[in-house]
């Protein structure tokens, strides 16, 4: 009879543990649970409140990752166009840039040169929102580059090139865009971008 009483006893503290395991685990499920959706209500009421289409304008300046490869620069302007989904964090842009830039040949004595580019890029972009001031993006896009050098890009000389670009970005007070991009071309031309930029 003794034995059979431990047996119970253990028997009902198992019991006991595993309803007292499960009450724990079904209130922070739940409670995870809720803090998922109030994030995903949040982020479909940011996107809900985008317009579907807008328009970019801006400027931008090249930032030299090799020695020597600053004293070039100069500011580019930019014109964008950008899609929302609705209720969806993707965008689409297209993007039309003039940059003017540093190009560092080490074969050259009189290196760097001034490059310049006119730039077509079309893009997809997460978008994350951050709170009702501040939304954030990642994407990258794949487009064509015009590229010349110390003179201007349509004239003799000009050469035309595909490109890969990763890009990054802030937005503040849902209409200044600031925003980062590595253009990937052909070797000495790769390039990385920073803009600022105004959505209308």
């Not at 995903?40 to 490869?69: H, M, R, W």
């Not at 990937?184 to 920073?194: Q, V």
């Amino acid at each position: 009879m003794k034995h059979a009483s431990f047996i119970k006893c253990v028997a009902q503290m198992f019991i006991n543990l595993t309803l007292n395991a499960l009450k724990i685990f079904m209130k922070t499920t739940l409670k995870t649970g809720w803090i998922l959706l109030m994030m995903f209500s949040f982020s479909c009421v940011a996107f809900a409140q985008k317009k579907p289409f807008q328009i970019e304008t801006g400027l931008n300046y090249p930032i030299g990752l090799k020695k020597d490869s600053n004293s070039e620069n100069r500011i580019g302007l930019y014109l964008s166009g950008t899609y929302n989904f609705f209720n969806s964090p993707l965008s689409a842009k297209l993007k039309l840039s003039y940059e003017s830039y540093s190009v560092a040949m080490e074969e050259y004595t009189n290196s760097p040169f001034n490059g310049r580019s006119f730039v077509v890029l079309p893009s997809i972009n997460y978008n994350f929102p951050i709170s009702s001031h501040m939304d954030s993006y990642i994407g990258a896009g794949v487009g064509v580059t015009v590229d010349n050098m110390n003179r201007g890009v349509f004239n003799d000389g000009k050469k035309c090139y595909a490109l890969l670009s990763p890009q990054l970005g802030v937005i503040l007070l849902r209409h200044f865009n600031i925003s980062a991009q590595y253009i990937i071309t052909r070797k000495d031309f790769s390039r990385l971008m920073i803009s600022v930029g105004y959505i209308f």
